[in-house]
């Protein structure tokens, strides 16, 4: 009498877990021909990545796609800022792809696409990352420095939230460590005509340029001035409202208007290289003749596949920092090793 429930469970197991064990059936045909089936994850930097049974996840550059049949449902943006929700099919002209959503199908230029997106209903898949570690020391001064710096990031659709971490710590006998270090969390919503909305918070420590703490929220509105295969550039102004602590000294409640420019270009081919640079400037509007200035460069290139070597450089300015004689400029490079995810 219990066997027969113990079948009917563990055939129900098996019936549940099949939809993990189904075959990858989305197909994409290069323009040579060749065709290669999987799971179509997403398209970014000019590369389309396909999760495949034989060949594991291999990336394919945007050019060489012919066609591409995908059942599942993703989040698509063009050169232009147009944004679709809707499953792919091969369109009947050459060159063009069927996007398949609610309100019908689309027709659109392959080479047009800069962006996609699947829209995977398990979380874990939805979670992009990286993670870079870097450390040094030099044995005549006993000087250990230590840079960490990682990122997480989910998508849905029409939006990206974000989440960035890096701290610098330095140590040497005799002297007072130092530490650089900043946590911050950004909501990013897309609209049409490549316009983006931008809410963030931010905590920060910098004791070189006279502060404990830093926390900030932010508000912006800007517009990707380019949004390509190879590169993006973003542009916007907004405001922020901060509380410092000082190192000495009373803590200050600060209201600065912002302006914010990114660049990011990016290679096809293995090793990939990236290139970033995000410089952010502050005026305050409670403290009158006091900006900020954050700048941010880095360079990133592929070693061997999802792990890089990163040299990054970075600049803060304070013209009149929290406390009185604390320095203006606090400015250094790292050289780390990193993974994505």
Excluded at 256 to 266: G, K
Aim: hydrophobic share 40%; aromatic share 8%.
């Amino acid at each position: 009498m219990t066997l027969r429930p113990c079948l009917l469970a563990c055939v129900s197991l098996l019936g549940a877990a099949a939809p993990c064990w189904a075959a990858k059936t989305d197909v994409v045909v290069l323009r040579n021909g060749d065709h290669l089936t999987g799971e179509v994850k997403q398209l970014e930097r000019g590369r389309l990545r396909l999760s495949t049974d034989d060949l594991g996840t291999v990336e394919i550059e945007w050019d060489n796609v012919g066609s591409v049949a995908a059942t599942a449902i993703f989040d698509i943006d063009d050169v232009q800022g147009r944004r679709f929700v809707g499953s792919l099919q091969p369109a009947a002209e050459a060159g063009k792809l069927d996007i398949v959503g609610a309100g019908g199908t689309v027709t659109v230029e392959l080479l047009r696409l800069v962006r996609m997106r699947r829209l995977d209903k398990r979380f874990w898949s939805r979670l992009d990352g990286s993670l870079d570690v870097g450390a040094s020391y030099t044995s005549a001064s006993e000087l250990f420095k230590l840079d960490v710096a990682g990122n997480i990031r989910t998508e849905r659709p029409g939006y990206e939230i974000r989440t960035d971490a890096n701290a610098t710590v330095s140590t040497q006998p005799g002297v007072e460590d130092t530490r650089r270090t900043s946590l911050s969390l950004a909501y990013e919503r897309r609209f049409p005509n490549r316009w983006v909305a931008v809410v963030r918070g931010q905590l920060e420590q910098n004791r070189e340029l006279g502060f404990d703490l830093r926390s900030s929220a932010a508000g912006a509105g800007g517009r990707y001035l380019a949004q390509g295969h190879r590169d993006k550039l973003l542009a916007g102004i907004g405001l922020s409202l901060n509380r410092e602590q000082p190192t000495e000294g009373e803590g200050t409640t600060n209201v600065e208007a912002l302006a914010v420019l990114t660049y990011d270009r990016f290679s096809y081919d293995f090793p990939n290289l990236d290139l970033s640079v995000s410089m952010i400037g502050f005026a305050s509007l409670s403290d009158g003749g006091r900006y900020r200035l954050e700048l941010d460069a880095g360079i990133k290139r592929e070693v061997v596949k999802d792990f890089y070597v990163t040299l990054r450089g970075y600049e803060s300015y304070d013209r009149r920092p929290a406390t009185e004689g604390a320095p203006r400029n606090d400015y250094g490079a790292t050289f780390a090793l990193g993974w994505s995810f």
